[in-house]
């Protein structure tokens, strides 16, 4: 991740979101729900801040998990849309674990998941 790229302050708990692990904004952006056009104009976010996101993380190095109480939990929620985002947030989790491991060597328009790029082009 570029320097530039760190450091923005969340605007749930305004504490700086330091790795793009934690990033709520690129975990988006990487799963396709935010385009590349205005990825640079929305506001930053921890993943843990945004827990009906963080709540479809299913990875051990994900800890500790989330949970949402309310209407919006995921036990509460169709199995099939669960299972569904689950593993599309799994693997955009995933995918900034690679991202951070190489540190820099990616370019931002190929972040995001393969399919998410296939379905840009
Ligand atoms: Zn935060």
Wanted: aromatic content about 10%; charged content about 25%.
């Amino acid at each position: 991740m570029a320097k530039c790229d760190e450091g923005y302050p969340c605007q749930v708990c305004s504490e700086d979101v330091g790795s793009i692990v934690d990033s709520a904004l690129y975990l988006q952006y990487v799963i396709g729900w935010i385009d590349p056009e205005t990825l640079h104009t929305q506001r930053e976010c921890h993943v843990r801040c945004m827990p009906t996101l963080a709540q479809f993380i299913d990875d051990e190095r994900f800890v500790p998990a989330v949970f949402v109480e309310g209407d919006f939990d995921r036990r509460q929620l169709d199995t099939e849309f669960v299972r569904e985002r689950a593993q599309l947030v799994t693997e955009g989790f995933q995918r900034l674990l690679e991202l951070q491991a190489a540190r820099g060597e990616i370019a931002v328009v190929e972040y995001p998941l393969p399919h998410v790029r296939n379905k840009w082009q």
